[in-house]
């Protein structure tokens, strides 16, 4: 699947061209989020994972989003419930299972019992932590880990885990690259 036939899922399920471009935007930032650190596991451990696949799990991973988000970007309420929702999308339009996990298992470190359970899994997850759509900022391993623990502390130490696993990826040129994109698109 090209990056050119998922935006085009995108656009078919989105509820406006603003959330369009946030969700698409946050996407692509995830993806090279994800990229990083995959590269970065290369280098310090000599691990290999499936990069393919790395960037097509971040590029799908809120397809279920625009059902949760209204014009304002403002969230609806079971926005928790957009990562199911995205993995039934994905199914529904022919996606294999393996690639509509990645909407599944993406929130905080697993929601009930959708948990990553492959590499690419995790890191598209960790990956997603780093940036959040509502509001449009980029995230701190320490914010999002206090975020994390109002939903247990055992959230907390499992991304702990992840950190330990992965390392936090650098953000200073990602800020950059997006600074503009992020001030213009809140006005």
């Known amino acids: 699947m090209k990056e050119e036939e998922i935006y085009k899922l995108h656009q078919k399920y989105s509820v406006?061209?603003?959330?369009?471009?946030?969700g698409w935007t946050h996407s692509l930032i995830v993806k090279?989020?994800?990229i990083q650190i995959a590269n970065s596991l290369k280098e310090k451990y000599e691990i290999e994972v499936d990069k393919a696949l790395i960037e097509l799990g971040a590029l799908v991973h809120d397809i279920g989003i625009y059902e949760y988000l209204d014009e304002e970007s403002k969230i609806k309420n079971n926005y928790v419930l957009h990562g199911r929702l995205g993995y039934k999308i994905l199914i529904k339009e022919g996606i294999s299972k393996k690639i509509a996990r990645f909407a599944l298992v993406h929130i905080g470190v697993g929601y009930e019992q959708d948990i990553p359970i492959s590499l690419e899994e995790e890191i598209v997850a960790y990956a997603d932590s780093f940036h959040s759509k509502c509001p449009l900022r980029f995230n701190s391993f320490e914010n999002e880990k206090k975020h994390l623990e109002n939903f247990g502390m055992d959230k907390g130490i499992l991304y702990e885990r992840y950190k330990d696993k992965f390392g936090t990826p650098d953000l200073t040129e990602l800020k950059k690259k997006y600074k503009k994109w992020q001030e213009e698109i809140t006005k």
């Open 16 to 22: 406006s061209e603003k959330i369009l471009e946030i």
């Open 32 to 34: 090279e989020i994800a």
